[in-house]
Protein backbone atom coordinates (compact mmCIF):
# COMPACT_ATOMS: atom_id res chain seq x y z
CA UNK A 1 0.00 0.00 0.00
CA UNK A 2 1.90 3.70 -0.89
CA UNK A 3 1.39 6.07 2.35
CA UNK A 4 0.57 9.62 1.93
CA UNK A 5 2.83 12.34 0.76
CA UNK A 6 2.28 15.88 1.78
CA UNK A 7 3.51 19.15 -0.09
CA UNK A 8 3.95 21.68 1.90
CA UNK A 9 5.34 24.59 0.32
CA UNK A 10 8.49 24.20 -1.58
CA UNK A 11 9.13 20.01 0.68
CA UNK A 12 7.70 16.96 0.45
CA UNK A 13 6.93 14.92 3.73
CA UNK A 14 5.90 11.59 4.12
CA UNK A 15 4.10 10.93 7.74
CA UNK A 16 4.09 7.37 8.09
CA UNK A 17 8.12 7.63 7.80
CA UNK A 18 8.48 10.58 9.33
CA UNK A 19 10.86 12.35 6.76
CA UNK A 20 10.78 15.47 5.02
CA UNK A 21 12.24 16.27 1.65
CA UNK A 22 13.27 19.86 0.33
CA UNK A 23 15.63 20.63 -2.11
CA UNK A 24 17.06 17.19 -3.04
CA UNK A 25 17.88 16.72 0.96
CA UNK A 26 15.95 14.07 2.81
CA UNK A 27 15.23 14.67 7.31
CA UNK A 28 14.06 12.68 9.77
CA UNK A 29 11.94 14.51 12.11
CA UNK A 30 10.46 13.22 15.43
CA UNK A 31 7.00 11.47 15.55
CA UNK A 32 5.80 14.86 17.47
CA UNK A 33 6.98 17.17 14.95
CA UNK A 34 5.60 15.23 12.13
CA UNK A 35 2.22 15.24 14.26
CA UNK A 36 2.13 19.16 14.47
CA UNK A 37 3.23 19.39 10.81
CA UNK A 38 0.44 17.01 9.97
CA UNK A 39 -2.10 19.11 12.14
CA UNK A 40 -0.86 22.59 10.69
CA UNK A 41 -1.57 21.10 7.10
CA UNK A 42 -4.82 19.76 7.82
CA UNK A 43 -5.27 23.39 9.25
CA UNK A 44 -3.91 25.29 6.14
CA UNK A 45 -4.21 28.86 6.39
CA UNK A 46 -5.90 29.17 9.71
CA UNK A 47 -5.01 30.56 13.09
CA UNK A 48 -4.02 27.65 15.70
CA UNK A 49 -3.68 28.15 19.19
CA UNK A 50 -1.83 26.93 21.86
CA UNK A 51 -4.76 25.44 23.20
CA UNK A 52 -5.77 24.02 20.03
CA UNK A 53 -2.12 22.30 19.56
CA UNK A 54 -1.80 20.59 23.12
CA UNK A 55 -5.31 18.73 22.71
CA UNK A 56 -4.57 17.40 19.34
CA UNK A 57 -1.13 16.85 18.72
CA UNK A 58 -0.13 16.50 22.63
CA UNK A 59 -4.15 14.90 23.15
CA UNK A 60 -3.92 16.95 26.22
CA UNK A 61 -1.09 15.66 27.66
CA UNK A 62 0.65 17.63 30.88
CA UNK A 63 2.15 20.07 28.11
CA UNK A 64 3.67 23.51 29.35
CA UNK A 65 3.61 26.90 26.51
CA UNK A 66 7.16 25.86 26.36
CA UNK A 67 6.67 22.84 24.93
CA UNK A 68 4.77 23.86 22.54
CA UNK A 69 6.94 27.27 22.13
CA UNK A 70 10.03 24.53 21.27
CA UNK A 71 8.29 22.06 19.09
CA UNK A 72 7.42 24.99 16.83
CA UNK A 73 11.19 26.27 16.86
CA UNK A 74 12.61 23.41 16.39
CA UNK A 75 9.74 22.45 13.78
CA UNK A 76 10.42 26.16 11.71
CA UNK A 77 14.64 24.79 12.09
CA UNK A 78 13.76 21.55 10.15
CA UNK A 79 11.89 23.96 7.10
CA UNK A 80 14.54 26.38 7.26
CA UNK A 81 12.13 29.20 8.48
CA UNK A 82 14.40 30.77 10.63
CA UNK A 83 13.34 34.40 9.94
CA UNK A 84 10.88 35.61 12.60
CA UNK A 85 10.33 38.61 10.89
CA UNK A 86 9.00 37.16 7.59
CA UNK A 87 8.83 33.58 8.17
CA UNK A 88 7.68 31.37 4.79
CA UNK A 89 6.18 28.58 6.31
CA UNK A 90 5.18 28.95 10.32
CA UNK A 91 3.80 32.89 11.06
CA UNK A 92 3.37 33.66 14.89
CA UNK A 93 0.02 35.78 14.82
CA UNK A 94 0.21 37.72 18.43
CA UNK A 95 -1.75 36.88 21.20
CA UNK A 96 -3.91 34.40 19.31
CA UNK A 97 -1.64 31.45 17.68
CA UNK A 98 0.74 30.49 14.75
CA UNK A 99 -0.97 29.78 11.00
CA UNK A 100 0.83 27.85 8.17
CA UNK A 101 1.17 30.45 5.68
CA UNK A 102 2.13 27.43 2.11
CA UNK A 103 0.12 25.97 0.02
CA UNK A 104 -0.86 22.44 1.02
CA UNK A 105 -1.20 19.61 -1.54
CA UNK A 106 -2.27 15.83 -0.18
CA UNK A 107 -0.76 12.92 -2.65
CA UNK A 108 -1.99 9.56 -2.29
CA UNK A 109 1.38 8.24 -3.57
CA UNK A 110 4.83 7.88 -1.95
CA UNK A 111 6.46 10.38 -5.01
CA UNK A 112 3.98 13.36 -5.16
CA UNK A 113 4.32 13.36 -8.73
CA UNK A 114 1.51 12.85 -11.28
CA UNK A 115 -2.02 13.16 -11.17
CA UNK A 116 -2.57 11.58 -7.54
CA UNK A 117 -3.60 14.82 -5.76
CA UNK A 118 -6.39 13.80 -3.14
CA UNK A 119 -6.83 17.17 -1.33
CA UNK A 120 -5.27 20.56 -2.43
CA UNK A 121 -5.58 23.32 0.33
CA UNK A 122 -7.32 26.62 -1.19
CA UNK A 123 -5.34 28.69 0.98
CA UNK A 124 -2.40 30.48 -1.17
CA UNK A 125 0.34 32.93 0.64
CA UNK A 126 -1.68 35.89 -1.10
CA UNK A 127 -4.72 34.54 0.29
CA UNK A 128 -6.67 35.68 3.05
Known sequence: MQQPVVRVGDGLFTPSINQISRNGRQLTLEPRLIDLLVFFAQHSGEVLSRDEL???????SIVTNHVVTQSISELRKSLKDNDEDSPVYIATVPKRGYKLMVPVIWYSGRRGRGNNAIFASP???GGS
Open 54 to 60: IDNVWKR
Open 123 to 125: YTR
